[in-house]
């Protein structure tokens, strides 16, 4: 083996509250794609932060060209030839194509900067990638792809030698990322180092020669793409040994007899959205519980947003009780269809923090009256105190802030939001994460209870187990596509597993009926 | 498309259009409108409006606002005059004195913006109470100054032929501007301005030096303001605590009138002189009429600016689309 080009070393880094990253190492020789893969929250991004300056680590040491380095800033990172492409695309959208290559490096002759030159350089820069635009133009006028090439064309523009892409392909298309790939196996011949940091398995499968996981800041290990089953690499991942899963379905929960059979509440034919997700059918009955599984990035977001109207199908119908109603064209339009979605990011989409418990228990009900219909005081208590008895949501009044409460009983209020609006589905996303167990538990029951009164429950998890546990039918998806459905008996962690590993020329020969 | 001005120059196109259909209603309403003396003395009377303007051009390109440019030209005027008269300083000490303190002051505005995260808004408007207060704390009094220099100066004016003449204070404004375009389009400094008001995490991310750029940028401001204030003086020949109150607001105006995106980024300084010159040609449409009252300016302005900002809200969603 040669001397590796960088070589990270037992990297830590902790912010107040978390410890993002313990011990991490990561190694890296020219002329090779590494994939840095793990889900959310395992500390890749942090790692590459650590590296290109934005963080300083707390310990550890990082060798380059086998020099110890310490990066204070980005641009300290990049005068070692350290380059970073981030997730979203970093240029500045109203300065032309041309600038932003040079920003920051642009030379003057007696004082004046040489717009001829840079232009030229742009031109030279992005021909390297076969790309050919009039480079006087705003960056914003240009489709993704072509931006995500301009910050590669920026990176590399300073003879990089180490190229980190963050995320780089979640925005293209198929076409769009092939020419993507084209050019990274272009700048590996030339000897440069890349990290890739992706969702995508297939991608990682077709590019990388190496792969490192890591799982709540540490490196679970280096592996050889080539040498590593998909399924064993999910498995680090997730941090499941293969071996020790369960093959057997779910056990003891008896299904309701009505939620098998009927016809469905809601039906969704054909929906998808061009570079959010390809085509998918979805279907619901009154009392059943469906899940959504799949990694990080897989499209389980966006397929609840599809259906609750947050993001407008392109193609499709969607009907319910068998009557055709058109695809929901807004949240509110949704609402009243008496579909509740209880969004991921609490924090941003969720919860209103100084409001009190009662206002943000009663706001989507009051959304769906409208603003005339006011609810009265009196009403709004009554409903309050129901489903702070009912769910068990541990606050000193209804009238305290909202932001003083714990995370699961945040969760809860979120919940009966969306309950007190009396939805005949309501979808879930993530509900129980970083809550603790003992809410967690509560909310799991809450979710079997919802589902025997007769309503239609979607759970979006990343924890395999707690949709095995609930779910009656699963749908499994991988890259922004539906993958696979199993139900009842064939739900496992196991299977699900598999499903996500498929590459696609396995996909036809198991795939679960459907 | 057919269209052949790029969006980009679509507001500072539209700022020139307006320039010209304004002075030409009034050239053909009111005779003598229509002359080069008319033309000088929009330079003129407005030169110390326009230097702050100008480095009001650059802290708005940055994504921020400084409010505290009145106040700095109230203060400057009242210490150059105070010095001067009462301390018996020589009027370039005074001037290089008072140009430090303003660009010192700028930059501990943009130093408390930038390493504690404040709002410019209100880090500007503390510098607007502080700067107003310090002027009276000089001298409570408008107060006449009478030098030499002073004398000299009122008639080093530029000829530029026909009878004509360009002021000491016209090519002040002239020499500000000429200076603010080749900041903001040839230096590296001038095109991180832009970069940071485009978007401030990118621009860090490209290792781009945000923080210098914008402490520079106050600075600069500051700068300018002082030397309104210097030419306030040479303008009045006096120094008066109250110059300049709610001049922050008329700078503003004619920097958004010129075609620059209050939220930072996109904008040309040339745009800026533009903005000055249609201020100018209102006011003096509306001196040239005698009848009119003179707080149709302010109406004026007020309608344009408000114009110029669906025109922007118009080309910015429009792109968005795009």
């Given at each position: 083996?040669?001397?590796?080009?960088?070589?990270?070393?037992?990297?830590?880094?902790?912010?107040?509250?978390?410890?993002?990253?313990?011990?991490?190492?990561?190694?890296?020789?020219?002329?090779?794609?590494?994939?840095?893969?793990?889900?959310?929250?395992?500390?890749?991004?942090?790692?590459?932060?650590?590296?290109?300056?934005?963080?300083?680590?707390?310990?550890?040491?990082?060798?380059?060209?086998?020099?110890?380095?310490?990066?204070?800033?980005?641009?300290?990172?990049?005068?070692?030839?350290?380059?970073t492409v981030f997730q979203e695309?970093?240029?500045?959208?109203?300065?032309?194509?041309?600038?932003?290559?040079?920003?920051?490096?642009?030379?003057?002759?007696?004082?004046?900067?040489?717009?001829?030159?840079?232009?030229?350089?742009?031109?030279?820069?992005?021909?390297?990638?076969?790309?050919?635009?009039?480079?006087?133009?705003?960056?914003?006028?240009?489709?993704?792809?072509?931006?995500?090439?301009?910050?590669?064309?920026?990176?590399?523009?300073?003879?990089?030698?180490?190229?980190?892409?963050?995320?780089?392909?979640?925005?293209?298309?198929?076409?769009?990322?092939?020419?993507?790939?084209?050019?990274?196996?272009?700048?590996?011949?030339?000897?440069?180092?890349?990290?890739?940091?992706?969702?995508?398995?297939?991608?990682?499968?077709?590019?990388?020669?190496?792969?490192?996981?890591?799982?709540?800041?540490?490196?679970?290990?280096?592996?050889?793409?080539?040498?590593?089953?998909?399924?064993?690499?999910?498995?680090?991942?997730?941090?499941?040994?293969?071996?020790?899963?369960?093959?057997?379905?779910?056990?003891?929960?008896?299904?309701?007899?009505?939620?098998?059979?009927?016809?469905?509440?809601?039906?969704?034919?054909?929906?998808?959205?061009?570079?959010?997700?390809?085509?998918?059918?979805?279907?619901?009955?009154?009392?059943?519980?469906?899940?959504?599984?799949?990694?990080?990035?897989?499209?389980?977001?966006?397929?609840?947003?599809?259906?609750?109207?947050?993001?407008?199908?392109?193609?499709?119908?969607?009907?319910?009780?068998?009557?055709?109603?058109?695809?929901?064209?807004?949240?509110?339009?949704?609402?009243?269809?008496?579909?509740?979605?209880?969004?991921?990011?609490?924090?941003?989409?969720?919860?209103?923090?100084?409001?009190?418990?009662?206002?943000?228990?009663?706001?989507?009900?009051?959304?769906?009256?409208?603003?005339?219909?006011?609810?009265?005081?009196?009403?709004?208590?009554?409903?309050?105190?129901?489903?702070?008895?009912?769910?068990r949501i541990k606050t000193p009044?209804?009238?305290?802030?909202?932001?003083?409460?714990?995370?699961?009983?945040?969760?809860?209020a979120l919940l009966a939001r969306?309950?007190?609006?009396?939805?005949?589905?309501?979808?879930?996303?993530?509900?129980?994460?970083?809550?603790?167990?003992?809410?967690?538990?509560?909310?799991?029951?809450?979710?079997?209870?919802?589902?025997?009164?007769?309503?239609?429950?979607?759970?979006?998890?990343?924890?395999?187990?707690?949709?095995?546990?609930?779910?009656?039918?699963?749908?499994?998806?991988?890259?922004?596509?539906?993958?696979?459905?199993?139900?009842?008996?064939?739900?496992?962690?196991?299977?699900?597993?598999?499903?996500?590993?498929?590459?696609?020329?396995?996909?036809?020969?198991?795939?679960?009926?459907? | 498309?057919?269209?052949?001005?790029?969006?980009?120059?679509?507001?500072?196109?539209?700022?020139?259009?307006?320039?010209?259909?304004?002075?030409?209603?009034?050239?053909?309403?009111?005779?003598?409108?229509?002359?080069?003396?008319?033309?000088?003395?929009?330079?003129?009377?407005?030169?110390?409006?326009?230097?702050?303007?100008?480095?009001?051009?650059?802290?708005?390109?940055?994504?921020?606002?400084?409010?505290?440019?009145?106040?700095?030209?109230?203060?400057?005027?009242?210490?150059?005059?105070?010095?001067?008269?009462?301390?018996?300083?020589?009027?370039?000490?005074?001037?290089?004195?008072?140009?430090?303190?303003?660009?010192?002051?700028?930059?501990?505005?943009?130093?408390?913006?930038?390493?504690?995260?404040?709002?410019?808004?209100?880090?500007?408007?503390?510098?607007?109470?502080?700067?107003?207060?310090?002027?009276?704390?000089?001298?409570?009094?408008?107060?006449?100054?009478?030098?030499?220099?002073?004398?000299?100066?009122?008639?080093?004016?530029?000829?530029?032929?026909?009878?004509?003449?360009?002021?000491?204070?016209?090519?002040?404004?002239?020499?500000?501007?000429?200076?603010?375009?080749?900041?903001?389009?040839?230096?590296?400094?001038?095109?991180?301005?832009?970069?940071?008001?485009?978007?401030?995490?990118?621009?860090?991310?490209?290792?781009?030096?945000?923080?210098?750029?914008?402490?520079?940028?106050?600075?600069?401001?500051?700068?300018?303001?002082?030397?309104?204030?210097?030419?306030?003086?040479?303008?009045?020949?006096?120094?008066?605590?109250?110059?300049?109150?709610?001049?922050?607001?008329?700078?503003?105006?004619?920097?958004?009138?010129?075609?620059?995106?209050?939220?930072?980024?996109?904008?040309?300084?040339?745009?800026?002189?533009?903005?000055?010159?249609?201020?100018?040609?209102?006011?003096?449409?509306?001196?040239?009429?005698?009848?009119?009252?003179?707080?149709?300016?302010?109406?004026?302005?007020?309608?344009?600016?408000?114009?110029?900002?669906?025109?922007?809200?118009?080309?910015?969603?429009?792109?968005?689309?795009?």
């Open positions: 083996m040669p001397d590796p080009l960088l070589s990270m070393r037992g990297i830590s880094k902790a912010f107040p509250g978390v410890q993002a990253l313990s011990e991490a190492n990561l190694t890296l020789y020219r002329g090779e794609v590494h994939a840095l893969m793990g889900e959310n929250g395992a500390g890749k991004s942090t790692l590459i932060k650590t590296l290109t300056g934005v963080h300083q680590r707390d310990a550890g040491e990082v060798l380059f060209e086998g020099k110890p380095i310490k990066p204070a800033a980005p641009l300290e990172a990049e005068g070692l030839g350290i380059s695309v970093n240029l500045i959208p109203h300065l032309s194509v041309a600038e932003n290559i040079s920003l920051g490096r642009q030379r003057s002759r007696f004082g004046f900067m040489q717009w001829k030159e840079i232009r030229e350089r742009a031109e030279r820069a992005l021909k390297r990638f076969d790309v050919e635009i009039d480079v006087t133009q705003e960056v914003c006028s240009y489709s993704v792809a072509i931006q995500q090439m301009v910050a590669i064309a920026r990176a590399v523009d300073i003879d990089a030698k180490l190229l980190v892409l963050d995320e780089p392909t979640s925005s293209l298309d198929e076409n769009e990322v092939e020419e993507l790939f084209a050019v990274m196996r272009k700048l590996c011949a030339q000897g440069m180092g890349i990290v890739f940091i992706t969702h995508f398995l297939d991608q990682v499968y077709s590019i990388t020669d190496r792969i490192t996981v890591l799982r709540n800041g540490q490196s679970i290990g280096e592996y050889e793409t080539a040498k590593l089953p998909r399924i064993e690499l999910i498995s680090h991942m997730l941090g499941k040994p293969v071996d020790q899963l369960a093959d057997t379905g779910s056990d003891g929960l008896s299904r309701s007899e009505a939620a098998s059979q009927g016809e469905a509440w809601l039906e969704a034919k054909d929906l998808s959205k061009e570079g959010v997700m390809s085509s998918f059918d979805f279907e619901i009955r009154k009392g059943e519980a469906a899940g959504l599984a799949g990694l990080l990035g897989s499209g389980r977001t966006e397929t609840a947003k599809l259906l609750f109207g947050i993001l407008k199908s392109d193609t499709g119908e969607t009907s319910m009780a068998g009557n055709s109603v058109g695809n929901p064209k807004s949240p509110r339009q949704a609402i009243a269809r008496k579909i509740g979605f209880c969004s991921e990011d609490r924090k941003r989409e969720g919860i209103i923090p100084n409001l009190s418990v009662r206002e943000n228990i009663v706001l989507a009900l009051q959304a769906r009256k409208g603003f005339i219909n006011t609810i009265s005081r009196q009403e709004q208590n009554r409903i309050a105190d129901k489903f702070i008895k009912r769910l009044s209804r009238e305290t802030p909202i932001r003083t409460l714990s995370g699961g009983n945040q969760q809860k969306w309950l007190a609006t009396d939805p005949d589905l309501i979808i879930l996303d993530e509900p129980t994460r970083g809550i603790d167990i003992g809410a967690r538990d509560e909310i799991e029951e809450l979710i079997r209870e919802l589902q025997k009164e007769g309503m239609a429950v979607l759970l979006i998890s990343s924890e395999l187990e707690e949709i095995e546990r609930l779910c009656e039918r699963v749908w499994v998806l991988r890259d922004r596509q539906f993958v696979g459905e199993l139900s009842d008996e064939e739900i496992s962690e196991k299977a699900i597993m598999s499903l996500i590993a498929h590459s696609d020329e396995m996909e036809g020969s198991d795939e679960a009926e459907s | 498309m057919s269209l052949k001005i790029s969006r980009k120059y679509v507001p500072l196109t539209a700022t020139f259009v307006v320039f010209v259909v304004l002075f030409g209603i009034a050239s053909l309403r009111y005779e003598g409108f229509a002359s080069a003396a008319v033309v000088v003395e929009l330079f003129s009377e407005n030169a110390f409006l326009g230097i702050c303007a100008l480095g009001m051009t650059l802290v708005i390109l940055s994504g921020g606002i400084d409010l505290s440019v009145g106040s700095v030209v109230g203060f400057t005027s009242t210490f150059v005059a105070t010095m001067i008269m009462e301390y018996a300083w020589h009027p370039i000490n005074a001037w290089a004195v008072a140009l430090v303190l303003g660009t010192v002051f700028g930059a501990g505005m943009g130093c408390l913006i930038h390493f504690y995260k404040l709002p410019a808004f209100l880090v500007t408007l503390g510098g607007l109470f502080f700067a107003r207060g310090m002027a009276y704390a000089v001298n409570r009094e408008s107060l006449g100054i009478n030098h030499d220099l002073y004398n000299g100066l009122a008639s080093a004016n530029i000829p530029l032929g026909g009878g004509l003449s360009l002021s000491l204070t016209a090519s002040l404004f002239i020499a500000f501007f000429v200076l603010t375009f080749y900041i903001g389009r040839y230096t590296k400094f001038g095109r991180n301005v832009y970069a940071i008001g485009g978007d401030e995490d990118s621009a860090l991310l490209m290792g781009l030096p945000v923080g210098r750029t914008k402490i520079g940028v106050y600075a600069f401001s500051g700068f300018c303001s002082a030397a309104a204030g210097i030419v306030m003086t040479l303008y009045t020949w006096s120094g008066n605590p109250l110059n300049g109150v709610a001049l922050e607001l008329d700078a503003i105006a004619v920097v958004v009138v010129g075609g620059t995106l209050l939220t930072g980024g996109v904008g040309f300084v040339a745009g800026t002189l533009l903005g000055v010159l249609i201020y100018g040609t209102i006011q003096q449409a509306i001196y040239f009429d005698g009848n009119l009252s003179s707080s149709l300016t302010s109406v004026a302005i007020g309608v344009l600016l408000l114009i110029f900002i669906l025109l922007q809200k118009a080309i910015v969603s429009k792109g968005e689309e795009a």
